[in-house]
């Protein structure tokens, strides 16, 4: 993993964590805005998954392979399906799903690095 990148996913991911938070404060339903920056920090992770991807091709590997894949696979997840459930009910709490999703990502990007530079599990 490029530890420049994933650091740069995780404040991205942050940032639209504060914003979601802040419109649950002023008791709205997501936005388009916020769908769009939903949609950006999902473009990163998706070029994550294919950076990695790369490198594990190339012969680098992490110190848990399936752990690690794992991992991808579920920080490619959390955003779309925290946004499906959160344009199915569109009220303040869905917005807070969509916060509290975006807070998920820096843990499990931080866990793939961990995972990436020898951590077993």
């Not at 499906?84 to 009220?91: D, H, K, Q, Y």
């Not at 843990?107 to 530079?117: A, G, T």
Request: charge should be neutral; include cysteine; glycine fraction near 6%.
């Amino acid at each position: 993993m490029i530890s420049g990148f994933a650091v740069a996913i995780a404040i991205c991911a942050l940032v639209v964590a504060v914003w979601s938070f802040v419109l649950v404060a002023m008791n709205r339903p997501p936005t388009t805005s916020l769908l769009y920056g939903l949609i950006g920090v999902e473009a990163l992770l998706l070029v994550q998954a294919v950076i990695s991807i790369m490198l594990l091709i190339s012969g680098e590997h992490p110190g848990s392979i399936v752990t690690f894949l794992i991992y991808l696979l579920v920080v490619l997840l959390v955003l779309p399906l925290g946004t499906v459930w959160a344009l199915a009910e569109r009220t303040r709490s869905s917005t807070a799903v969509l916060g509290v999703a975006c807070i998920t990502v820096p843990v499990l990007i931080m866990r793939m690095y961990q995972v990436w530079e020898g951590a077993s599990v």
